[in-house]
């Protein structure tokens, strides 16, 4: 009887080391499954002016977002953000780091994996490059090219401890190169910067010329590389996006514009004063609805389903002084459409008194989330 009491012991004690080590086993798989989870997105919004195109520091930059506004973006049911990053805020000119910028960007991934957010951290803009500047550098100099690639460097020590399914990284935002082949060649030579450091990370990839869905036919893509999540941005008709925008040509224009439907006739255009009409000549007559705006989505579409990639529009929003019914329409129409054809978007933008769903007050344009979120 004792024998046998000890024998059961054994077996129990042997059973138990099994069981331990089939646990830790289990746990140190899924450990590495969740860290290699694809990154997937669905609904976004865009945290533009905080570590972007801002010029608040210090505590106003701090209190700008913060851990609640993360809190009230997944409570509106969105998944994700874009977060657009400027070198002028994150580096010197040296390219050391503005320290303070880095603590923010990291808590922020913090607080977005705690309310299961997943983050597009853009590059927005360089020193080198500005979509809309006249001079850049980055085209010409291959210093500065090189410059770009150390960035993307510097970025991956920072973020390399996140894993694959909470964080992608958005090579660069609405490059717009003279020739095509010099933003495939940037692609290129950035996306093997990062590869040689991050396998599996998911890597966003625009277009030239802003990111326009019309140049999607001559982007060139890394082969073989699920890991890639294609991006356009879209404002089209861009009368109603940016209608009296100041820092557009359309900027003194507060005349009539439509949607759907001709954005401007012709009767319309002709009771202009003539200052307004140069302006807003190409608009007239030109019409939109649901299905041109299909089609003018085509090249991106026709791009990610012969790649088996993703896609995704990283931007797209009207700004908020434009006629308000005529607004309403046409995030109903985009909102369809990105479900229709199963791609991803990020709305421009969060907090803003231009394009945001929350004004810089606080109070929230509630009508304009619902439909955001596809409840039309």
């Known amino acids: 009887m004792q024998l046998y009491i000890k024998l059961g012991g054994v077996k129990a004690v042997i059973t138990t080391l099994i069981l331990i080590c089939v646990v830790t086993l289990l746990w140190s798989c899924s450990e590495k499954i969740q860290v290699s989870e694809t990154f997937e997105i669905k609904r976004g919004i865009n945290v533009a002016h905080w570590l972007s195109q801002s010029k608040r520091r210090g505590l106003e930059r701090e209190q700008f977002f913060t851990r609640l506004d993360v809190e009230r973006i997944a409570s509106m049911g969105f998944d994700h953000i874009r977060l657009p990053i400027d070198e002028e805020q994150m580096w010197d000119a040296f390219g050391k780091r503005h320290n303070e910028a880095f603590q923010l960007l990291e808590n922020c991934m913090k607080w977005c994996k705690e309310n299961k957010l997943r983050v597009v951290v853009d590059l927005h803009i360089l020193r080198s490059h500005y979509f809309n500047a006249k001079e850049k550098p980055l085209w010409t100099d291959p210093a500065e090219q090189e410059k770009f690639f150390d960035l993307w460097r510097d970025l991956s020590k920072s973020l ?9 990284y958005e090579l660069m935002n609405e490059a717009v190169a003279d020739n095509h082949e010099s ?13 040689a450091l991050e396998k599996n990370r998911t890597i966003v990839i625009g277009s030239n010329m802003w990111q326009s869905a019309n140049t ?3 982007l060139k893509v890394p082969a073989n590389d699920k890991n890639i999540l294609l991006s356009f941005h879209f404002y089209e008709p861009f009368l109603l996006s940016h209608y009296a925008a100041r820092w557009t040509p359309l900027r003194d224009y507060y005349g009539p514009v439509h949607y759907p439907g001709a954005v401007l006739t012709q009767e319309e255009f002709d009771s202009l004063p003539e200052t307004a009409k140069k302006e807003v000549e190409e608009w007239r007559e030109k019409k939109f609805n649901k299905e041109i705006l299909m089609e003018m989505w085509r090249k991106p579409i026709q791009k990610a389903k012969a790649l088996k990639l993703p896609l995704y529009c990283g931007e797209f929003g009207i700004i908020s002084n434009a006629p308000q019914t005529d607004s309403y329409n046409w995030y109903k129409d985009m909102i369809q ?3 229709a054809t199963d791609i991803a978007y990020a709305k421009w933008n969060y907090k803003s008194d231009n394009f945001g769903l929350i004004h ?5 344009n509630k009508t304009l989330i619902n439909i955001v979120l596809g409840g039309h």
Do not use: C, H, M, Q
């Not at 810089?360 to 929230?364: F, K, L, R, S, Y």
């Open 160 to 168: 390399n401890k996140f894993p694959n399914s909470l964080v992608a």
């Open 337 to 339: 459409l990105f479900e």
């Open 360 to 364: 810089n007050d606080g109070t929230e």
């Open 183 to 195: 933003w495939n060649s940037l692609v290129d030579r950035a996306y093997r910067a990062i590869r």
């Open 216 to 218: 999607f036919d001559v």
